[in-house]
């Protein structure tokens, strides 16, 4: 089966924050999952390069808008590189490929009787490139979300009616109760098309960076409107020579930040309804990473460099933090000291120690050949249906309640060591069966966790499962007892070293 997963392209206006890396680690970790599970996946992430957000930083740099895309497009791209992501393709809007299909189906809107001539007058946040209402602004006319004092703004452009999709996306809405993920965003959606919807700017005038309309050269096309196409524009030029638009579309889920959910959930189904094109198959919505009690962004200058982070302590470290400190889907603090804390209790001791000290005590008490013992009725029981678990979490978009329900079998493993403290069966004869049964229980814990702890922290699982000689790594190899005794471990040294944090001057 094939399997589509996107996240937002990001804007190349500054460097990459943690915020980016969150969506683009929990893309990682499903894409991972599906091929885990035997799935065709496609993944893709990229960098959104037009609009006010980027001319005007450009502007201030004193560079074009071109320039400023070339260098910092580059951020993301290392980013996604320094994170172990496999994305299988990395899009920007500048493009010719993308700019090409953009025309082609925002000509398909027009031509299906979809856009109009018209007069836009109201308030525009360029920071945000997005059309506010009267309502929304604060003291009168300042962007509810950057605070900036806002011009009203006149001008002549094109419009797509919106409007006329209030009862399509209705139906939608009814029709698929998991359409938006998690429920308090699909009600969010669903009742902001319920109060009315107005028509749109398609085009505008003033701008000159971006892709021309394509009947009136003299605008461009709306950032967000060229930029949401490219999660379909993709398909048609990711792989030279062939076009996997009828494999892949429609997407399977495009993960979102809640700050775009309008777009995603309102604005893009209606403009593939418009084009005649299939909606996706779900918006699957997370929350915001804080840092106190704002939102992390580079404009409040309150961010946690992920390139840093993932310098001093690796991109597992990071990944696993990303998906555990924060419930997927709500809002959470994170902060250097958590990260710290994380770092050292559940990956250097719950699962780093687990994995060195049961890999010692094997080499010591069995020559390191993992025994073929009967295994402990303790653990069977504790993993029975963890793998059907993990699988419906990451089939509904909580890439969190996964790795949760992984790490409550960790825990159990370090419980099962103390319960059973094997360096004493070691010491007494007639516990001979009792000590192979044991250690074999431990060691295929540690190869059914670290197959599901793959797509989350992969380095790590790897070494791990190198170490235990386990050759299937599919995701149905990951039933407690499917595997077997017998093999000669490898070395596997410390998963999780000690790191001296930086100090507060050289942070
Ligand atoms: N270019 C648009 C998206 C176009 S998609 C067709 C845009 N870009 S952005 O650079 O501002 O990135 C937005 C996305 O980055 C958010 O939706 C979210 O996925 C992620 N995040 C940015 N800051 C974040 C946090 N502080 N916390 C969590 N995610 C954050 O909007």
Redo the contacts with the bound molecule.
């Keep these: 089966m094939a399997y589509y997963v996107t ?5 190349v206006n500054a460097e990459p ?4 890396a ?2 683009t680690i929990a893309a990682d970790v499903l894409a991972r999952h599906m091929r885990q599970r035997g799935e065709e996946v496609f993944f893709l992430t990229g960098t ?1 390069e037009h609009g006010e ?1 980027v001319t005007q930083v450009a502007e201030r740099e004193g560079i074009t808008p071109r320039e400023l895309g070339d260098r910092n497009y580059v951020r993301f791209k290392e980013l996604a590189g320094a994170l172990g992501v496999t994305n299988d393709f990395f899009i920007r809007t500048t493009d010719p490929e993308h700019h090409e299909v953009v025309r082609r189906v925002v000509q398909r809107i027009h031509d299906n009787g979809h856009v109009y001539a018209g007069t836009y007058e109201g308030w525009y946040c360029p920071r945000c490139a997005d059309f506010k209402t009267d309502s929304e602004l604060v003291d009168g006319s300042r962007c509810p979300i950057h605070l900036i004092e806002l011009e009203r703004e006149h001008e002549d452009n094109w419009f797509f009616r919106l409007s006329a999709f209030q009862e399509p996306l209705e139906r939608l809405y009814a029709e698929r109760p998991d359409f938006v993920t998690p429920q308090i965003r699909f009600n969010e959606a669903r009742s902001f098309i319920e109060q009315g919807l107005h028509d749109l700017s398609l085009s505008r005038a003033r701008l000159k960076w971006g892709v021309p309309v394509p009947w009136d050269e003299t605008q461009v096309i709306y950032v ?1 409107i060229d ?2 196409i ?2 379909y524009s993709a398909l048609s030029y990711a792989r030279e020579g062939e076009d996997l638009t009828e494999r892949f579309w429609p997407a399977d889920v495009h ?3 809640k ?2 959910l309008k ?2 959930a309102v604005i893009w189904p209606a403009m593939l309804m418009a084009a005649g094109i299939e909606v996706p198959r779900r918006v699957a919505i ?5 840092m106190g009690e704002h ?3 580079k404009s409040l200058g309150n961010v946690i460099d992920p390139f840093q982070v993932v310098d001093l302590y690796g991109a597992d470290a990071l990944r696993y933090y990303a998906m555990r400190e924060v419930r997927f889907g709500q809002d959470g603090g994170v902060s250097p000291e958590g990260f710290e804390a994380r770092y050292t209790s559940d990956l250097a001791n719950e699962y780093g120690n687990l994995a060195s000290r049961t890999l010692a005590m094997i080499v010591r008490y069995r020559e390191g050949v993992v025994p073929e013992g009967e295994l402990p009725s303790e653990l069977v029981e504790t993993f029975d249906g963890l793998a059907g678990e993990v699988r419906s979490f990451l089939d509904a978009t909580d890439p969190s309640g996964a790795l949760e329900e992984i790490w409550q079998r960790v825990r159990r493993l370090n419980g099962f060591v103390q319960e059973e403290q094997p360096w004493k069966l070691a010491k007494d004869a007639s516990q001979h069966e009792r000590l192979d049964s044991v250690l074999c229980g431990l060691a295929e814990g540690l190869r059914v966790v670290s197959l599901l702890l793959w797509p989350f922290v992969p380095t790590a699982a790897e070494r791990l499962l190198d170490a235990l000689r386990v050759q299937d790594r599919s995701f149905g190899a990951a039933r407690f007892g499917a595997g077997s005794g017998g093999a000669t471990l490898g070395e596997l040294g410390q998963l999780f070293p000690r790191v001296e944090p930086p100090t507060a001057s050289a942070a």
């Design positions: 996240t937002p392209i990001y804007y924050h943690l915020g980016h969150y969506t959104d957000p967000w930029a949401l490219n999660y993960l979102i930040g700050d775009i777009f995603h997370h929350g915001h990473l804080l939102k992390m962004s």
